[in-house]
């Protein structure tokens, strides 16, 4: 299921780009809350996200679709927030 999250851009990653395959996915932060309470939240960008980002800077208000991803590494669980469409 895909929803969507407006906030600013407070950071925007390195692309890293898996040579056998061509994939590439970046790390960007978004703030989600006010400038009295923020809520930086990181949203990993893959394939056409990243080509939209190359054109936005920091401070930059941003609306992106996402989907919520959920593993399990060395006994904790961890939540990404996957975006390939902006």
């Known amino acids: 299921m895909n929803n969507t999250i407006l906030g600013s851009i407070v950071e925007i990653g390195v692309t890293k780009t898996w040579e056998k395959s061509g994939f590439r996915t970046r790390h960007d932060v978004l703030d989600i809350g006010s400038s009295s309470k923020p809520n930086p939240i990181k949203v990993d960008c893959r394939e056409y ?38």
């Open 49 to 86: 996200a990243i080509d939209y980002l190359d054109d936005c800077n920091i401070n930059d208000m941003l609306e992106i679709l996402y989907e919520i991803q959920g593993r399990k590494w060395e006994g904790k669980y961890f939540i990404n927030l996957i975006s390939e469409n902006v």
